[in-house]
């Protein structure tokens, strides 16, 4: 299958396909996720110059950390008094997601010191809370790249209590999408090549897999399967972010994140 996006001022999904988005019986993609699938209207938009939203909305958005050493080796380096362990669990905002192009309000204000963060999340596609890391694949819809943007100063404050969430919580501090490419496309996940830039220089890169300290499948088990109650089990359109392989200060930056 194509990629899916939402798109338009008044927003609505589809499918790319080629230069054109096929406009999809459904109001929004977790709807699409919830029916395991839908049709198209007939009706088609050029994607040129085409204004792209969030892809989805999820009910909720699981994230975690820890999955990767680096990260875990630059939070030595900051000096936080809490290490990163895996298996952290926390909730995204998802009154905070922005699409392509949206801006990121530095809110001056409130922090001094802001990160961006490469990441990438998986869509999840059908309900589930008993289930095995040899199972977890089934449950996987797609996959979205996304920027996680953390107010470090705020997020240090926050772990002395061991709960963190309004660092990550503030408006715009989501980016996601463009699009929601589904496994078909995307093969082994721990084989993509993810990159960031900023103002057009590479930052960060490499293979997903080539320091995780969690595989794919453990950690879809591990947030969504034997270890979580029934009221927060995943749903179809949910998302489970997988946390940052390193990230970085930025302050009026443009920032690239890619696959």
Same mark, same amino acid.
């Given at each position: 299958m194509p990629r899916l996006v939402t798109f338009g001022d008044d927003p609505r999904p589809g499918r790319i396909e080629g230069d054109e988005i096929s406009v999809l019986d459904v109001p929004d993609? @977790?709807? =699409? *996720? #919830? @029916?395991g699938g839908a049709d198209e209207t007939g009706e088609a938009v050029p994607l040129e110059g085409t204004r792209l939203r969030p892809p989805i909305v999820p009910r909720k958005f699981f994230h975690t950390a820890g999955n990767f050493r680096e990260h875990e080796e630059e939070s030595k380096q900051v000096g936080w008094e809490h290490e990163i362990a895996p298996w %952290? &669990? *926390? *909730?995204?905002? &998802?009154?905070?997601? +922005?699409?392509? /192009?949206?801006?990121? %309000? =530095?809110? #001056?204000?409130?922090?001094q010191e802001l990160d961006y963060e490469l990441e990438l999340a998986v869509v999840i596609g059908k309900a589930g809370t008993w289930f095995g890391p040899e199972e977890a694949a089934d449950y996987v819809a797609g996959y979205v790249i996304f920027n996680d943007i953390t107010a470090r /100063? +705020?997020?240090r404050r926050e772990m002395?209590?061991?709960v963190f969430s309004f660092c990550k919580a503030i408006d715009t501090f989501c980016p996601l999408g463009p699009w929601i490419v589904t496994p078909d496309e995307i093969g082994d996940p721990h084989a993509l090549q993810m990159e960031l830039r900023v103002h057009g220089h590479s930052v960060r890169g490499g293979r997903l897999l080539s320091r995780r300290s969690v595989a794919l499948p453990q950690a879809r088990r591990r947030d969504g399967g034997r270890d979580r109650e029934d009221r927060r089990a995943p749903e179809p359109? /949910?998302?489970?972010? @997988?946390g940052p392989r390193r990230a970085a200060p930025a302050h009026g930056a443009?920032? #690239?994140v890619r696959r």
């Open positions: 993609l @977790r709807t =699409y *996720f #919830e @029916r %952290i &669990v *926390f *909730f995204q905002n &998802v009154d905070a997601l +922005i699409g392509q /192009d949206d801006p990121v %309000i =530095y809110p #001056e204000h409130l922090t /100063d +705020i997020q002395r209590s061991g359109g /949910d998302l489970l972010a @997988r443009l920032v #690239e």
